[in-house]
């Protein structure tokens, strides 16, 4: 369509509604109800443009752009229509900008010092609506300033399929609610509070801490699960106050679940470790970090004179950065060690193999298939793309074996197959079954947030030169048989986490000298002889592995607490103590990079290579965990409580 807007000539596919149209010569139009995402909903008339040959204005976010139209965007006809319809709004609003958490960021806050009259015609006193309703448990709705645009009923309805908010009564009286009055919870709440556009719906969590232009801001990756949405961090005087959503980010859709966006509080937690501790004489005294290597490398050093490296055995990678995951198989490895493993709890594999694909090709899929536990809780954003996929038509199954999915998508030829990676016969099973269909994409949904890249930066005991040694299943075995002298866990927790908590329990309580780097006092590092005080992704930097196989920075926002330590520099000070050079930190950089290239394209669902050599592996029964139950950092936040199911 080739039409005209302010006297510029635009070309513009047809359907392109005038709005959008307006964006390719860098044209603002002033919305309120209308969201990319969410499309025209014409509630609020404050886009309405002048077009040659109409008697009367026409709002811009429902009007299809038609070949040859004139359109004007500004002038004193259209100006006048949108003070009015700006004074409509503010006949109710408060002006409360000066406490109102939205100010700096308000549209109607800059529309009214655009477009608004500087005096009212209405003599009659502003309707006054409740304050500060919590709507539910991470959400405050101030009644008095929504505008009833609706895109959190939108959001709710055509985004997060939840449709638990409503408009309640009418006229001037109407207002947000939930439909049944009960609290409004989901996955994916917090949203609401960045598509309101005038600070009618706040987080609870940053309600009055602080004004935009007092934050720094930080572009980074979430690394609550495997997805890897690109997420903002702004701090205020060294302290993390919320993280906001990147809108044009090709991974996450522009949307962020819950997890990611409120699970910041536990970096203030009193309960954080700050300091190494070793246990002395049935208790642990806090020693200085020279201390705690010469004890780690004695620890190992003696263990493999003695005993031999087999003796040896590190478990983590799934929660540290690439880098980080890569110079921990490096080291060991160089020490002659080769019981590696990342997994220690349930999953058995996390690399998709030579069907991986980008998140965003879910939305082609004809089909999609989830097997084992659904993406859901694990990887939430994810199930936001399947959402989108059905909204445009695809089927989504859920079969009790691979045979029955097979036969319910009949003819599709283009189908997603999303794994929990957990039942490795289960998952080639799948592979095989939809073998003949012609366009298979392959995803796992993780329960790590970097469990792909610490299986391609060689955290597998098959994976590095050396031979084979024992995976984490093998290494509680020969624990429990005494045959491990010292285990060192990197962010894990198998005493919580384990497939069988109990057993993993008495295996490391088994373990003569156990290491366990971590922010908080777990349950596996209460049985710990050395604990060390790590870094969280907000304090470090790095790249981590995403679900879709893209290579995502993590950058550092946050300024680390004085005595803690990355557990790349935990791993720098242990090397020097065992006399092992690591790579210098550009060499681990191309490393980390060729390896991701490289990563196991030839793996399937349920490859071999991936096959416990320890106790069986329970595949049935799968347990599932929602996002906001607890457990991890999520359980040192007071402000979250009331999201903990």
């Given at each position: 369509?080739n039409?005209?807007i302010d006297?510029v000539?635009?070309?513009?596919?047809e359907?392109?509604?005038?709005?959008?149209?307006?964006?390719t010569?860098?044209?603002?139009?002033?919305?309120?109800?209308y969201h990319t995402?969410?499309g025209p909903?014409g509630?609020?008339?404050i886009c309405?443009?002048?077009?040659?040959?109409m008697?009367?204005?026409?709002?811009a976010?429902?009007?299809?752009?038609?070949?040859?139209?004139?359109?004007?965007?500004q002038g004193?006809?259209?100006?006048?229509?949108?003070?009015?319809?700006?004074?409509?709004?503010l006949v109710?609003?408060?002006?409360?900008?000066?406490?109102?958490d939205?100010?700096?960021?308000?549209?109607?806050q800059?529309?009214?010092?655009?477009?608004?009259?500087?005096?009212?015609?209405?003599?009659?006193?502003?309707l006054?609506?409740?304050?500060?309703?919590?709507?539910?448990?991470?959400?405050?709705?101030?009644?008095?300033?929504?505008?009833?645009?609706?895109?959190?009923?939108?959001?709710d309805d055509?985004?997060?399929?939840e449709?638990?908010?409503?408009?309640?009564?009418?006229?001037?009286?109407d207002?947000?609610?939930?439909?049944t009055?009960a609290?409004y919870?989901?996955?994916f709440?917090?949203?609401?509070?960045?598509?309101?556009?005038?600070g009618?719906?706040?987080?609870?969590t940053?309600?009055?801490?602080?004004?935009?232009?007092?934050l720094?801001?930080?572009?980074?990756?979430?690394?609550?699960?495997?997805?890897?949405c690109?997420?903002v961090?702004?701090?205020?005087?060294?302290?993390?106050?919320?993280?906001?959503l990147?809108?044009?980010?090709?991974?996450?859709d522009?949307?962020?679940c819950d997890?990611?966006?409120?699970?910041?509080?536990?970096?203030?937690?009193?309960?954080r470790i700050?300091?190494?501790?070793?246990?002395k004489?049935?208790?642990?005294v806090q020693?200085?970090?020279?201390?705690?290597?010469?004890?780690?490398?004695?620890?190992?050093?003696?263990?493999?004179d003695?005993?031999g490296?087999?003796?040896?055995g590190?478990?983590?990678g799934g929660?540290?950065?690439?880098?980080?995951?890569f110079?921990?198989?490096?080291?060991?490895?160089?020490?002659?060690?080769t019981?590696?493993?990342?997994?220690a709890?349930?999953?058995?594999?996390?690399?998709?193999?030579a069907?991986?694909a980008?998140?965003?090709r879910?939305?082609?899929?004809?089909?999609?298939?989830?097997?084992?536990?659904?993406?859901?809780?694990?990887?939430?954003?994810?199930w936001l793309?399947v959402?989108?996929?059905?909204r445009?038509?695809?089927?989504?199954?859920?079969a009790?074996?691979?045979?029955?999915?097979?036969?319910?998508?009949?003819?599709?030829?283009s189908?997603a197959?999303?794994?929990?990676?957990?039942?490795?016969?289960?998952?080639r099973?799948?592979?095989?079954?939809?073998?003949d269909v012609?366009?298979v994409?392959?995803?796992?949904a993780?329960?790590q947030?970097n469990a792909?890249?610490?299986?391609?930066?060689g955290m597998?005991?098959?994976?590095?030169?050396?031979?084979?040694g024992?995976?984490?299943?093998?290494?509680?075995?020969a624990?429990?048989?005494?045959?491990?002298?010292?285990?060192?866990l990197f962010?894990?927790?198998?005493?919580?986490?384990a497939?069988?908590p109990?057993?993993?329990?008495?295996?490391?309580?088994?373990?003569?000298?156990l290491?366990v780097?971590?922010?908080?006092?777990?349950?596996?590092?209460?049985?710990a002889?050395l604990?060390l005080?790590?870094l969280?992704?907000?304090?470090?930097?790095?790249t981590?592995?995403?679900?879709?196989?893209e290579?995502?920075p993590?950058n550092?926002s946050?300024?680390?607490?004085e005595s803690?330590?990355?557990?790349?520099?935990m791993?720098?000070?242990?090397?020097?103590?065992l006399?092992?050079?690591?790579?210098?930190?550009?060499?681990?950089?191309?490393?980390?990079?060729?390896?991701?290239?490289?990563a196991a394209t030839?793996?399937?669902?349920g490859d071999?290579r991936?096959?416990?050599?320890?106790?069986?592996?329970?595949?049935n029964?799968a347990?599932s965990?929602?996002?906001l139950?607890?457990?991890g950092t999520?359980?040192?936040?007071?402000?979250?409580?009331?999201?903990?199911?």
């Open positions: 369509m039409l005209t006297g000539p635009v070309s513009v596919p359907g392109t509604l005038l709005v959008e149209a307006a964006k010569i860098k044209q603002q139009i002033p919305i309120y109800c995402k969410l909903a509630l609020c008339r309405m443009v002048d077009i040659e040959g008697p009367k204005l026409q709002i976010c429902n009007t299809v752009a038609t070949e040859g139209m004139v359109v004007r965007t004193e006809r259209v100006e006048a229509a949108r003070a009015v319809v700006l004074e409509l709004f109710n609003h408060p002006l409360d900008c000066p406490i109102c939205k100010g700096g960021e308000c549209d109607l800059d529309y009214a010092v655009a477009y608004a009259r500087g005096t009212s015609d209405v003599a009659d006193p502003k006054r609506k409740p304050k500060a309703v919590e709507l539910g448990p991470t959400i405050v709705l101030d009644e008095e300033r929504c505008i009833v645009c609706q895109r959190c009923v939108r959001f055509i985004i997060a399929d449709r638990q908010l409503v408009v309640k009564d009418r006229g001037a009286h207002i947000i609610a939930t439909a009055g609290p919870r989901h996955n709440t917090g949203n609401v509070t960045e598509l309101c556009p005038v009618a719906l706040t987080s609870k940053y309600r009055f801490k602080s004004r935009p232009w007092d720094t801001r930080t572009e980074t990756t979430c690394t609550q699960c495997a997805v890897g690109r997420q961090a702004d701090v205020r005087y060294g302290k993390l106050l919320r993280t906001m990147v809108e044009e980010d090709p991974i996450s522009g949307w962020l997890r990611g966006r409120y699970n910041v509080g536990f970096y203030e937690s009193p309960d700050v300091q190494p501790l070793y246990r004489d049935g208790s642990f020693i200085g970090w020279d201390d705690a290597f010469i004890l780690w490398a004695k620890a190992i050093r003696d263990a493999i003695e005993r490296p087999a003796s040896v590190a478990i983590g929660r540290l950065t690439n880098e980080e995951a110079a921990l198989q490096h080291l060991f490895r160089a020490a002659g060690v019981n590696l493993d990342w997994r709890g349930r999953q058995r594999q996390a690399t998709p193999g069907h991986g980008p998140i965003e879910i939305e082609s899929a004809q089909a999609i298939v989830t097997i084992g536990e659904s993406p859901q809780e694990r990887a939430p954003v994810l793309r959402r989108k996929a059905a445009r038509g695809a089927q989504i199954v859920t009790a074996n691979a045979k029955e999915a097979r036969a319910a998508i009949g003819g599709a030829t189908v197959l999303i794994w929990d990676g957990v039942d490795l016969d289960e998952g099973a799948y592979v095989e079954a939809f073998s012609s366009e994409l392959t995803y796992v993780s329960e947030g792909r890249g610490a299986e391609a930066m597998l005991p098959f994976a590095g030169p050396g031979g084979a024992l995976d984490g299943e093998a290494m509680f075995d624990a429990r048989a005494g045959d491990l002298a010292v285990l060192s962010g894990v927790n198998p005493a919580r986490n497939r069988d109990k057993a993993a329990t008495r295996a490391i309580d088994r373990v003569p000298f290491v780097s971590e922010l908080f006092m777990t349950e596996s590092a209460q049985g002889a604990v005080p790590a969280g992704a907000f304090e470090k930097h790095g981590t592995l995403g679900l879709g196989g290579l995502l993590v550092a946050l300024a680390a607490p803690a330590r990355s557990d790349f520099e791993l720098c000070g242990l090397a020097d103590q006399g092992i050079a690591l790579p210098d930190a550009r060499e681990i950089e191309r490393s980390v990079v060729d390896l991701v290239a490289k030839d793996f399937t669902f071999a991936f096959a416990t050599r320890g106790s069986a592996i329970a595949t029964g347990a965990a929602a996002i139950s607890g457990g999520w359980r040192h936040d007071p402000l979250l409580a009331g999201m903990r199911g």
